[in-house]
């Protein structure tokens, strides 16, 4: 009987990890290979890995924090390509996912302009869609639309080039970052992660040593 109820609780456990395996943080997630960190309620967090070539996005203040690329000489904060905040990499021809990570709040990922080099220097004000627009290349004018918690679209990097990017919605709340694209392209370094167990997200953008996003 003991036997029994043992395998039986061993079952009900795998059950749950998968169930949670499968929509995190109102999104669904598949076998990956960067690593995520989610909340599952008030007082737990868990990993969970990114897809391959995949940018995910949300709040600095939602859990993937911000942080000050000295390299770049700006602040950084609401997109990934692994686990926390920071400047984003990919060879040109990849075709990439953008995922809204958030549970509750829609994003948007716009290409605020093109730059030639260092430093990144974000505009106060940019003009941003909502609206989807560039036909789904990454370049000058492209803006995904509206992404709905645990929605994604996709884009390819057709266009070398490294851009400012930003959220509609949330600019001016810290979410804009640099995405690079070239065939030496890799993500900068991350910013600091969120303490594991806060009940709620911070007020303020976690900070981090600077990344070069090459």
Not at 120 to 132: E, G, H, V
Not at 185 to 191: L, R, S, T, Y
Request: with cysteine; net charge positive.
């Amino acid at each position: 009987m003991m036997k029994g109820r043992a395998i039986a609780a061993l079952f009900a456990a795998a059950t749950i990890v998968a169930a949670c395996s499968t929509h995190q943080s109102g999104a669904s997630f598949v076998p990956q290979s960067n690593v995520m960190t989610t909340k599952l309620g008030d007082d737990m967090t868990i990993d969970v890995t990114m897809p391959k070539n995949t940018v995910g996005e949300e709040l600095p203040g939602e859990g993937i924090g911000s942080l000050h690329s000295a390299f770049w000489g700006a602040t950084l904060g609401g997109y990934t390509q692994q686990t926390y905040s920071q400047a984003l990499g990919f060879p040109p021809g990849t075709k990439l996912t953008i995922r809204n990570l958030s549970k509750n709040t829609a994003h948007t990922l716009d290409v605020v302009a093109e730059i030639k080099g260092r430093p990144a220097k974000f505009p106060d004000s940019p003009k941003l869609s909502q609206t989807p627009a560039g036909k789904g290349i990454l370049g000058v004018g492209y803006a995904s639309g509206i992404i709905k918690p645990g929605g994604s679209v996709s884009v390819t990097l057709s266009k070398p080039g490294t851009y400012l990017v930003g959220c509609f919605f949330h600019y001016k709340d810290g979410m804009h970052d640099v995405f690079v694209v070239s065939k030496t392209a890799k993500p900068g370094v991350q910013a600091t992660p969120m303490p594991k167990g806060t009940s709620s997200p911070t007020s303020y953008p976690t900070s981090g040593s600077g990344g070069s996003g090459w």
